[in-house]
């Protein structure tokens, strides 16, 4: 997975948040002055052709912003989805360890549980450096050539389908199930989708400072929160769109699950 390429995807939330309130404010304000300039200026059709295009710009932000939640959410959906996809298969993999030749059993359990720690690991580091992710994901993809291995020596004891076929096959699709997680967490929604969105937020700030500035009176209030109820919208957008860095997170309890055996004992 490499984010390298996106500019905010490194970037904190709050951060990025925070950066599009000022700039929204900054917009309201310029655009105010520009109307309060103009306000002696211009006459009622005029002010009544800006408040339709203002209309008209704020049911583009809210079209833009329903489409981007939506993808995002189903981003987080998959996601989810995902993870119980794949602690469902290492369960099934782990059942299946019984059915092999001693102590072959036994060791194949014990990598599977040590796999289940690195899937963990990943899932929980959202705060660590990428370097430290790519690590974790060659430690996992060697935990799996080793039990592999395991796999192909319990072929060589017992040949038979039924018994240390059935763990081949479980293990297959454990291994098929972690590329297809991976493969769901590199998707989030398009940078260039954002940068539109925020491009529309700053427009509609402006406009309403210019509408604001060609009226009488100044609505301060609900202008600002108005902006903070976008700006709390996108930050549920991003967070939902960053699978381990936000605070919404995937539930790892599905895979969690599988070391209660081993805590047991």
């Known amino acids: 997975m490499d984010f390298s390429k996106e500019i905010m995807y490194d970037q904190n939330s709050i951060l990025i948040v925070t950066t599009l309130f000022v700039l929204i404010l900054l917009a309201n304000e310029l655009g105010y002055r520009l109307g309060h300039y103009y306000q002696t ?22 079209l833009i912003l329903g489409f981007t939640f939506n993808m995002a959410l189903q981003r987080f959906n998959n996601r989810s989805e995902a993870v119980i996809h794949e602690a469902n298969t290492i369960g099934t993999a782990l059942l299946r360890t019984n059915l092999l030749p001693a102590p072959l059993d036994t060791l194949a359990e014990q990598q599977l549980q040590r796999y289940i720690d690195l899937r963990l690991a990943v899932s929980a580091s959202g705060t660590v450096m990428v370097s430290e992710l790519h690590k974790l994901e060659n430690e996992t993809k060697k935990q799996q050539h080793e039990i592999w291995l395991t796999a192909v020596k319990a ?9 240390t076929g059935y763990f081949i096959d479980a293990l297959n699709n454990m291994i098929d199930a972690f590329g297809r997680r991976n493969a769901i967490l590199a998707l989030h929604v398009p940078e260039v989708i954002l940068f539109l969105l925020f491009i529309v937020f700053i427009v509609s700030g402006a406009l309403m400072g210019y509408a604001s500035g060609l009226g009488k009176k100044r609505t301060t209030v609900p202008a600002m929160m108005m902006t903070l109820l976008i700006c709390l919208v996108v930050f549920i957008i991003i967070d939902l769109d960053r699978p381990k860095r936000g605070i919404i997170k995937v539930d790892q309890s599905s895979i969690l699950q599988l070391k209660v055996p081993t805590e047991v004992e």
Do not use: E, M, S, Y
Request: proline share 3%; no cysteine.
């Open 41 to 62: 200026k211009i006459d009622v059709d005029v002010k009544t052709q800006t408040n339709t295009i203002q209309a008209g710009t704020l049911g583009l932000l809210a």
């Open 155 to 163: 072929a060589r004891v017992d040949p038979r389908n039924v018994t």
